[in-house]
């Protein structure tokens, strides 16, 4: 009878394994440990900005599209806010600040509303808008967004290219953060998301 059943537990235990070799944790812990162990970087983030940027260099350039009126100061002067008028099937904005370390950028926090969001527009909500987000964000980076599920924020979409990682949440009904990460960086988090909800002030809830 012992024999028996440790024969019937064997392919249970196989199916398990493999089940969980195939999991969204084991293809995201995957991509990130083949991406930091290939050496390349991808720095690029958008605007000309990229990661690793010394923070002179992110404020003079800041500047510079400032006065070129492409971007402005986003709420209580502690953001950078960029209107996105052609990207997403319709006009948002987007708000973004980056964490520096050693004085350089390792990561970027950005977080998207559509304008004319309101709670009975449901064509303009944060599902929705995650989605144009998604698509809009594989024409860039490219394909390879993996679905994950996190305790706290729910479904997220993740991308790992070398050192760079691409998330992507939602907050609520309204805000869909997109958070880019240098993994490479000694202040990176390897969990499925990267602490968001700050961005130089800004809180979560705020407008």
């Given at each position: 009878?012992?024999?028996?059943?440790?024969?019937?537990?064997?392919?249970?235990?196989?199916?398990?394994?493999?089940?969980?070799?195939?999991?969204?944790?084991?293809?995201?812990?995957?991509?990130?440990?083949?991406?930091?162990?290939?050496?390349?970087?991808?720095?690029?983030?958008?605007?000309?900005?990229?990661?690793?940027?010394?923070?002179?260099?992110?404020?003079?350039?800041?500047?510079?599209?400032?006065?070129?009126?492409?971007?402005?100061?986003?709420p209580n002067n502690k953001t950078v806010e960029y209107k996105l008028k052609d990207e997403l099937?319709?006009?948002?904005?987007?708000?973004?600040?980056?964490?520096?370390?050693?004085?350089?950028?390792?990561?970027?926090?950005?977080?998207?509303?559509?304008?004319?969001?309101?709670?009975?527009?449901?064509?303009?909500?944060?599902?929705?808008?995650?989605?144009?987000?998604?698509?809009?964000?594989?024409?860039?980076?490219?394909?390879?967004?993996?679905?994950?599920?996190?305790?706290?924020?729910?479904?997220?979409?993740?991308?790992?290219?070398?050192?760079?990682?691409?998330?992507?949440?939602?907050?609520?009904?309204?805000?869909?953060?997109?958070?880019?990460?240098?993994?490479?960086?000694?202040?990176?988090?390897?969990?499925?998301?990267?602490?968001?909800?700050?961005?130089?002030?800004?809180?979560?809830?705020?407008?």
């Amino acid at each position: 009878m012992r024999k028996k059943l440790s024969f019937t537990i064997l392919p249970l235990v196989i199916t398990a394994l493999f089940l969980a070799s195939c999991s969204p944790r084991a293809r995201y812990e995957k991509c990130l440990r083949e991406g930091l162990q290939s050496g390349v970087r991808h720095d690029s983030l958008f605007l000309g900005l990229y990661l690793g940027m010394p923070s002179k260099d992110f404020f003079t350039h800041c500047w510079k599209l400032n006065k070129k009126g492409l971007i402005r100061q986003g709420p209580n002067n502690k953001t950078v806010e960029y209107k996105l008028k052609d990207e997403l099937p319709y006009p948002a904005t987007m708000l973004f600040y980056p964490r520096f370390f050693d004085d350089r950028i390792y990561e970027m926090p950005v977080r998207i509303a559509y304008d004319g969001w309101a709670p009975w527009n449901k064509k303009l909500s944060a599902d929705n808008l995650e989605n144009d987000v998604r698509r809009w964000y594989r024409k860039i980076y490219g394909r390879g967004f993996i679905k994950v599920v996190h305790p706290v924020h729910g479904v997220a979409w993740v991308k790992v290219d070398g050192n760079r990682r691409i998330t992507i949440f939602k907050e609520n009904d309204l805000y869909v953060w997109v958070v880019f990460t240098d993994m490479a960086s000694p202040k990176a988090s390897g969990s499925f998301l990267p602490g968001a909800g700050k961005m130089s002030g800004l809180q979560k809830g705020d407008k």
